[in-house]
Nanobody
Framework: EVQLVESGGGLVQAGGSLSLSCAASGFTFDDYAIGWFRQAPGKEREWVSS????????YDSHSGKGRFTISSDTAKNTVYLQMNSLKPEDTAVYYCAAAYLWGDYVPLKVREYDYWGQGTQVTVSS
C-alpha cells in the first residue's frame, strides 16, 4: 500500500521556520519525484517545490524561492521541506505527493501526481 505521511506542521510567528517531513512507503522511492503543494482556505492547491529522488535535482516555485529548501534522504525514504522566513501568506495545508518519473521530465502540476498524503497544517501568525 502506498503511503505518504507528512509531519512537522504547526503554528509559528512571521519570520520563523518550520521543517516538514514526508515519509514514503509502498513504492520504489527512486522511481518517483516528490512534490510539496499547499492549499489555503478558499484557494486552489498550488505547487511549491519538487525533487527527483534519483538524482536530487529540484525545482522551486516563485512563492518559496530563496526561503524554502527541498531535500531528500533515500535511506529513510523521506523528503523534507525546510521553510524559513515564513510569512502569514504561507499559511495553508501542506501536502506531499509522488509522481512516477518518465525520462527527464519532472512533474510540477497537481494533476500529474499519483499519490498524496493527508496534509499538515502550517499557520504563520503576524
Amino acid at each position: 500500500e502506498v503511503q505518504l505521511v507528512e509531519s512537522g506542521g504547526g503554528l509559528v510567528q512571521a519570520g520563523g521556520s518550520l521543517s516538514l517531513s514526508c515519509a514514503a512507503s509502498g513504492f520504489t522511492f527512486d522511481d518517483y519525484a516528490i512534490g510539496w503543494f499547499r492549499q489555503a482556505p478558499g484557494k486552489e492547491r498550488e505547487w511549491v517545490s519538487s525533487i527527483r529522488v534519483d538524482d536530487g535535482h529540484f525545482y522551486d516555485s516563485h512563492s518559496g524561492k530563496g526561503r524554502f529548501t527541498i531535500s531528500s534522504d533515500t535511506a529513510k525514504n523521506t523528503v523534507y521541506l525546510q521553510m524559513n522566513s515564513l510569512k502569514p501568506e504561507d499559511t495553508a495545508v501542506y501536502y506531499c505527493a509522488a509522481a512516477y518519473l518518465w525520462g527527464d521530465y519532472v512533474p510540477l502540476k497537481v494533476r500529474e501526481y499519483d499519490y498524496w498524503g493527508q496534509g499538515t497544517q502550517v499557520t504563520v501568525s503576524s
